[in-house]
């Protein structure tokens, strides 16, 4: 697969953008009767999984449209290769943007986060300023960090961040 995806706006705070890209797609000749449903069932599988070509992890497609009516088979390639244009609903934040996150759990040394429901961050308490403002945090709570790092490891994503100097005030 090949994706031709334009720059999307990094200015959403909530790191979600929406992305109108072209995709060449390999599907088997198994669904060569529908197209759509080798189209669909190898979008699926990029689903929650960390894109190089999208710089971030799509959550959603919609719009998915053929460029044409007819695929082509590559010389001794089995698949079959089509055009698509597709609607993709990508999570990438940028380095320094803040997110907001859901305190899932705390330990001494760290606080872990869930964003958006399926991504994992984590605010480390490296001083005691800090050490002392994630204290007055609570399982459940919603808090806005900001991104320090981005981690991908087999598709997935992980981000480390830090509480905001707002918070520190508090």
């Given at each position: 697969?090949?994706?031709?995806?334009?720059?999307?706006?990094?200015?959403?705070?909530?790191?979600?953008?929406?992305?109108?890209?072209?995709?060449?797609?390999?599907?088997?000749?198994?669904?060569?009767?529908?197209p759509m449903a080798g189209v669909q069932s190898q979008l699926?599988?990029?689903?929650?999984?960390?894109?190089?070509?999208?710089?971030?992890?799509?959550?959603?497609?919609?719009?998915?449209?053929?460029?044409?009516?007819?695929?082509?088979?590559?010389?001794?390639?089995?698949?079959?290769?089509?055009?698509?244009?597709?609607?993709?609903?990508?999570?990438?934040?940028?380095?320094?943007?803040?997110?907001?996150?859901?305190?899932?759990?705390?330990?001494?040394?760290?606080?872990?986060?869930?964003?958006?429901?399926?991504?994992?961050?984590?605010?480390?308490?490296?001083?005691?300023?800090?050490?002392?403002?994630?204290?007055?945090?609570?399982?459940?709570?919603?808090?806005?960090?900001?991104?320090?790092?981005?981690?991908?490891?087999?598709?997935?994503?992980?981000?480390?961040?830090?509480?905001?100097?707002?918070?520190?005030?508090?």
């Open positions: 697969m090949s994706i031709n995806a334009p720059d999307s706006d990094q200015g959403s705070s909530s790191g979600l953008h929406q992305c109108e890209c072209s995709m060449k797609l390999y599907i088997s000749p198994a669904y060569l009767m529908d699926s599988h990029m689903l929650l999984k960390y894109t190089p070509q999208l710089r971030g992890v799509p959550l959603a497609f919609s719009k998915v449209d053929l460029v044409s009516d007819t695929g082509f088979i590559r010389h001794d390639e089995p698949d079959i290769h089509l055009q698509a244009s597709i609607s993709v609903l990508v999570f990438a934040p940028a380095l320094h943007q803040q997110l907001v996150g859901v305190v899932t759990r705390m330990s001494g040394d760290h606080v872990a986060l869930l964003v958006h429901g399926a991504f994992n961050a984590s605010i480390i308490k490296q001083s005691d300023v800090s050490a002392d403002a994630a204290t007055k945090l609570v399982v459940g709570q919603q808090v806005h960090f900001v991104l320090k790092s981005i981690t991908v490891a087999d598709g997935l994503l992980s981000m480390l961040g830090e509480l905001p100097q707002a918070h520190y005030a508090r």
